[in-house]
């Protein structure tokens, strides 16, 4: 969602100066009854049992029919067009009233899959979440084979989650904003929409001092690459994603169903590994359009201004963003129907994952608000000697170790510790999994000798319960191989880091951020050997992969990125 904010008066005419009509947008109030009532009245037959909000764009105006006028096309054919004095306008401009037309202030970009219904529902939701009057603002673009139920339930959410009213939302949405008598006439000349005309618009109406603009994306084809592109480079826009209602229970319903508790815990589970993909996965180079030259021109100014790299981060950025507002606001809606610090299975499991999520994305803080309430919920309902508690006092010590909170940490694994040899014996994974991590704390606290010792203990467990080439072992290896680099064995420690490598990348990927931890430490080891060229080349490996997976601003790309920094002064000296 762009948003800028603006001066237009929100009771003027709906027919004012041509600036003014190019802005003006249908509320989101018409357009989930007036004009949801239109396409049920006009029904094709064959479609006579098909719900009117599942019917797609292209199916209510088939801009390939040149002779014959759909839903659209019908409102403005006998209108005279305010912008060119020409007969056939634009559908935004037959419509009077404040309560059904007026300065758009939500651009609305989707792609094929969704219907109408979907997106007013998140409209809708936004208006209601954030006070405003669905009447009176927005502005919107998609493509044409969404369904007029994916439009709406994205209008409706957007007004809910906003607490807008719907009579004063006013969404401009290319089908209903752009004179469809026009774009025929040019396709009757065998011509296409200049890709020039629809940038100078665009821009216009984001860059406007005279109102308010949002865009409510849910990814992405190339127009609405241009559409994020434009809206990342100016000042004061704000892009915000909302999801229909039945997408949104969908991803929920798939983070509250990870497997199991210790699987999901140790990060073993391929719903995190795939969500931490898609947090990562915009490619603009890969985005598509029904006309090559619109391709082509988008790209080409993508590249000229910002560069794919710079682009692609920035909108895994923006997406991630959103992922962390989803899943916060999905915690927060459980916890405040559980009476108070009650015990509810649904509710503590889900904050489990959450927690998970947050951790591998580095949101430390949220990550152990969601922890707590597992914590205490757990321990209210099965006491602090309980099997179950196993799992809080790690995943709490996992981020306070991250935090750099080494004795807190260790504090929760010694009794996680004695809890697991209790429960199921001293050569198990789940004892083995303690060791592990308090072995990792030593090293960071450079107490070599201990870490040793309690790696190598974990090592021995995992390479007989799980395998010589198992992940976890492997995991072990590398952390045993750095408490060597500290202990300067640099030799030593550079055969188990090669030693660890194919299996991290048969088991994560070549770009996965555990082959990033292991490219960070071989640099390491190259530098402290002297061998700085080397240890660049592993670095900025490294980097890249963080960079896109994890973020410009997560705690490890920085640290990475640090350490690039003090080498470079080092091999300037």
């Given amino acids: 969602m762009i948003q800028k904010d603006l001066h237009i008066d929100p009771h003027s005419s709906a027919k004012s100066d041509k600036d003014d009509l190019d802005l003006r947008g249908v509320s989101v109030h018409y357009l989930a009854n007036d004009f ?35 839903i659209i096309r019908e409102k403005g054919k006998d209108a005279t067009c305010p912008i060119d004095g020409r007969q056939g306008a634009a559908y935004v401009h037959t419509l ?3 309560e059904h037309v007026g300065p758009s202030s939500i651009m609305l970009s989707y792609t094929w899959e969704y219907t109408i219904g979907d997106i007013v529902d998140v409209l809708a939701n936004y208006c209601t979440n954030n006070n405003l009057n669905p009447k009176k603002s927005t502005f919107g673009s998609y493509t044409w084979r969404y369904t007029i139920g994916d439009i709406l339930d994205v209008l409706n959410n957007y007004c809910t989650t906003n607490n807008l009213n719907p009579k004063e939302v006013y969404v401009w949405i290319c089908c209903l904003c752009v004179n469809q008598h026009r774009v025929i006439e040019k396709k009757r000349n065998g011509e296409d929409v200049p890709f020039k005309e629809f940038e100078s618009l665009f821009f216009k109406r984001v860059t406007s001092n005279d109102g308010t603009l949002d865009e409510t994306g849910i990814f992405v084809p190339s127009v609405v690459i241009f559409e994020l592109f ?78 794919y790299a710079k ?3 920035t909108i895994n950025t923006l997406i991630r963003k959103w992922f962390l507002r989803l899943i916060e606001d999905a915690a927060h809606s459980k916890l405040e ?33 969601m922890y707590n309430v597992n914590f205490m919920m757990i321990e209210k309902e099965f006491g602090v000697d309980h099997y179950y508690m196993y799992y809080p006092l790690v995943n709490i010590a996992l ?11 260790l504090n929760n694994y010694t009794i996680a510790l004695i809890i697991a040899d209790y429960k199921w014996g001293s050569d198990h994974e789940r004892v083995a999994y303690i060791l592990y991590n308090m072995g ?106 963080t960079e896109k997976v994890l973020g410009m601003n997560h705690a490890e790309t920085i640290r990475i990125r640090n350490s690039i920094e003090i080498l470079k002064r080092e091999m300037q000296t």
């Fill in 440 to 545: 990792n704390v030593y090293r960071m606290q450079r107490k070599y000798d201990e870490a040793i010792d309690i790696l190598n203990r974990a090592l021995a467990i995992r390479k007989e319960e799980l395998g010589q080439d198992h992940w976890k072992t492997a995991l072990t290896l590398m952390s045993i191989a750095s408490v060597l680099r500290g202990q300067e064995e640099y030799e030593e420690a550079m055969k188990k880091y090669q030693q660890v490598m194919p299996i991290v990348e048969w088991e994560y990927g070549s770009d996965g951020v555990e082959m990033a931890g292991v490219l960070f430490n071989i640099a390491g080891t190259l530098k402290n050997q002297g061998k700085c060229m080397d240890a660049m080349e592993k670095y900025n490996l490294s980097l890249a992969i």
């Fill in 230 to 307: 434009t809206a990342s480079q100016t000042d004061g826009c704000k892009v915000t994603i909302e999801m229909p209602s039945r997408e949104r229970k969908d991803f929920l319903d798939g983070v509250a169903k990870m497997e199991n508790d210790y699987v999901a815990m140790t990060g073993d589970v391929g719903h995190i590994k795939k969500l931490l993909g898609v947090l990562s996965a915009t490619n603009v180079e890969h985005a598509k359009a029904l006309y090559e030259s619109d391709r082509t021109d988008i790209l080409r100014i993508v590249n000229k201004r910002t560069g």
């Fill in 399 to 409: 981020v306070l170790g991250d935090q750099g909170k080494y004795e807190e940490a």
């Fill in 36 to 70: 949801i009532d239109e396409v049920r009245r006009r029904k094709k037959w064959w479609k006579f049992f098909c719900r009117a909000e599942n019917y797609k764009i292209y199916e209510i105006e088939d801009l390939s029919n040149l002779d014959e006028n759909g």
């Fill in 311 to 313: 682009f692609n981060i």
């Fill in 96 to 98: 009077q009233g404040n």
């Fill in 337 to 369: 129907v559980v009476a108070d610090g009650e015990y509810d299975l649904d509710c503590a499991r889900f904050h489990l994952h959450v927690g998970i999520l947050f951790r591998h994305l580095g949101e430390y803080n949220l990550a152990l608000d």
